[in-house]
């Protein structure tokens, strides 16, 4: 009987404390597994956050929504802000003789529709378009924001470029690669203007063809997962889809949802102090007046992204915590699994090595068998983590990124299988410790 | 069992090539680490090849660990123990395990099976490949084994589950399977009413034709299995004082 098939029959012969141990030691690993996968999504948030303007104005309410909504085109359909503030913002930027500004540049934003895939019907329910994770984000914007100054980074096209004629989309490089699209090509987009909204098959509402004009250079963040339309094909799928969907607005459809604001340095007020200090004051007198006098709110993207960082931070050191933890329970389980196993192996070890086992065949014996559990348990786990953590991530919300912008495959929780098979080994190579430590004299009385 | 390597192959020809494959003592000291007098001295010892010999004496005097000597499960703290023209006590432990998965039999009180293992799988186990080399060889020897000892019918069940008078026969099936020189049995009836310890005698005896057979028992039942003159009082041997009576017929001791 080969070494390999003895290990087999010690855990195939006692199959509920083989299952038992399994079950036990393949929780522990979904856990860690999914732990380090809620690491590596509240991670990728950085990630992929767009670097974008001074400062955001959005409707009132949280500042990190409002970052995550324009700069990570995640969360849930954000509320509206009136175009007339743009408008208002751009004459004071570009017309204004004889004062400051307030703004170097401003740059509109408005969600207005999802790309419904290639492939997907309009009655296709297992792939509805509109809904979220199923689909690409339209943001209806305007020209000047492939031409953001700094600190916005350049946005470069990779082929065709921006076009203000109807029915024109720039497409994103992720997207772009996803889909296979070439400038030329004709997409559908499906109107989005609530969360809730209904498929194109439920509201009659059909996808509208757009044509690309340009794909976007890649650029490493969440502007690769977006496309974008021009502010009159925005506002048209908004006029047409707020009725279907319900909605009602002070404005009708003349609105908006985030303006990236580029501050203009505050050059008189403090002529020898540093840059940032002189934006920094120019905001936040743009801020007094944005908060005071109007239903929106100025969102400081330095400050606010700095506030995440420490949120998240805070997260993720809970949440490596909670990993060393669970890597701590594994780890007595696993003790405690193999001490239990040693009585029952001590004598039969006891009786191989006084038959002519030789102890290198003996730990080679235990090797397996702490393969074998520690690959079971890593399957285990790997199961339970694929299952699990899509009920986690919802459970989540929005504390992690969204599943139709940040995919985690199971693939993830891998290093955590790897340690679960080595530490199982490196236990079952313990107990052969234990078994061979005393003198040969005192092993032998265990066989009477 | 897993193939030995070329160290059973190179150490059991030398063994099978020796005229009388016996086994000799000399100058052997035992002593446990926490005692300050040894557990037993042996002057001189010698076991003649194909001799059956049934050591008996009082629980405590060192008649098992004599048996863990001879089968090199561990060393004696001074002296030498050759078997055929092997010098034992000069080999290192790997050495020694080979040696005694090649040449040696061992029999315990108790513990001979692993328990979750069904009969056959036990025998399995110690099949040698220079006796079977695929499963299925090993297979039919093991149950050649057990039909030789009477008892195929056990089989297929687990051995944790059969009465301990089987358990011991099929540890002398077991035994046979692996097809040593010498068998060792350390108190193989202890734990026995009196027809299976007759049976495990008949079975041990039976097995061990043509092979070197240490007993080492109290029970006073295993006399009536051995002759009169194959039977030594080890509490007598290990005090060196011992003459030997019938030293050809398979043990002598002397003082050095």
Not at chain 1, 119 to 140: C, F, L, P
Not at chain 1, 193 to 202: E, G, K, L, R, Y
Not at chain 2, 60 to 87: A, C, M, N
Request: glycine fraction near 8%.
């Amino acid at each position: 009987m080969s070494i390999l098939r003895l290990a087999w029959l010690n855990l195939a012969r006692h199959r509920a404390a083989t299952a038992l141990a399994v079950l036990a030691l393949g929780l522990t690993v979904a856990c860690a597994g999914m732990l380090l996968r809620t690491a590596r999504l509240a991670e990728s948030r950085f990630a992929t956050l767009a670097h974008a303007g001074d400062a955001l104005i959005a409707a009132k309410g949280g500042a990190t929504d409002a970052l995550l909504g324009a700069l990570n085109t995640e969360g849930p359909y954000p509320r509206f802000i009136p175009l007339r503030l743009f408008a208002t913002l751009v004459n004071e930027t570009w017309y204004t003789a004889g004062s400051r500004p307030h703004a170097r540049s401003v740059v509109p934003l408005v969600y207005s529709g999802k790309l419904v895939p290639r492939g997907v019907t309009a009655g296709d329910k297992t792939r509805r378009a509109g809904a979220s994770g199923d689909s690409y984000r339209v943001a209806g914007t305007i020209a000047a924001f492939f031409e953001m100054p700094p600190p916005s980074p350049p946005l470069a096209f990779a082929a065709g470029g921006w076009t203000e004629v109807e029915a024109g989309v720039v497409i994103g490089a992720a997207v772009a690669h996803r889909e296979g699209l070439r400038p030329g090509d004709t997409v559908a987009v499906a109107h989005w203007t609530a969360d809730s909204m209904p498929s194109p098959a439920q509201s009659g509402l059909a996808p509208r063809p757009f044509v690309v004009s340009g794909i976007l250079a890649p650029t490493g963040t969440a502007w690769d997962r977006l496309v974008f339309t021009n502010l009159v094909q925005a506002q048209s799928l908004i006029e047409e889809a707020l009725p279907v969907a319900g909605q009602k607005t002070v404005w009708d459809s003349y609105v908006l949802h985030y303006v990236i604001v580029h501050a203009a340095p505050d050059v008189a007020a403090v002529p020898d102090v540093p840059d940032a200090s002189r934006v920094t004051g120019r905001l936040d007198s743009l801020g007094v007046l944005i908060d005071q006098q109007t239903v929106t709110q100025i969102v400081p993207v330095a400050e606010t992204l700095e506030s995440l960082r420490r949120l998240t931070a805070t997260g993720r050191q809970v949440a490596a915590l909670m990993a060393v933890l669970s890597a701590m329970l594994a780890l007595i389980t696993l003790a405690a699994l193999m001490l239990g196993r040693f009585e029952g192996l001590a004598r039969q070890m006891t009786m191989l090595e006084a038959t002519g086992w030789r102890k290198a065949e003996l730990r080679r014996l235990l090797f397996w068998e702490g393969l074998m559990l520690g690959g079971a348990a890593a399957a285990v786990g790997g199961a339970l983590d694929a299952l699990a953590f899509p009920l986690v991530r919802t459970a989540l919300g929005t504390a992690l990124p969204d599943p139709g912008l940040v995919s985690s495959t199971v693939w993830t929780s891998a290093p955590v299988w790897a340690a679960a098979v080595v530490v199982t080994v490196c236990a079952s190579q313990g107990s052969s410790w234990l078994v061979f430590r005393g003198r040969a004299q005192e092993r032998l009385r265990n066989l009477g | 069992m897993s193939p030995d390597g070329d160290g059973r192959e190179r150490l059991q020809p030398d063994l099978l090539a020796c005229d009388v494959v016996n086994i000799a003592l000399s100058d052997v000291t035992v002593r446990f680490p926490s005692a300050s007098a040894p557990l037993f001295c042996l002057p001189r010892l010698e076991i003649a090849a194909g001799s059956h010999v049934l050591l008996h004496g009082p629980s405590g005097h060192g008649k098992t660990t004599l048996l863990h000597l001879l089968s090199g499960q561990f060393l004696p703290d001074s002296g030498s123990i050759r078997v055929g023209d092997t010098e034992v006590t000069a080999l290192d432990d790997e050495a020694r395990a080979r040696f005694r998965r090649a040449h040696f039999g061992l029999i315990f009180q108790r513990w001979n099976l692993v328990d979750h293992l069904t009969v056959l799988e036990n025998i399995m186990l110690v099949v040698p490949d220079r006796v079977a080399r695929t499963r299925e060889a090993k297979r039919r020897h093991a149950e050649v084994c057990l039909r030789d000892m009477g008892l195929s019918s056990l089989g297929a069940r687990r051995a944790g589950v059969i009465s301990p008078g089987e358990q011991q026969r099929i540890a002398v099936a077991k035994i046979s399977a692996a097809e040593p020189a010498i068998v060792l049995a350390d108190e193989p009836t202890s734990h026995l009413d009196d027809p299976g310890a007759a049976r495990v005698f008949e079975s041990l005896l039976k097995f061990s034709r043509g092979r070197t057979l240490v007993v080492v028992s109290h029970d006073p039942r295993a006399r009536i299995h051995f002759h009169d003159q194959d039977i030594y009082d080890f509490s007598v041997l290990a005090k060196g004082d011992w003459h030997p009576s019938h030293p050809a017929s398979g043990i002598s001791a002397e003082d050095a």
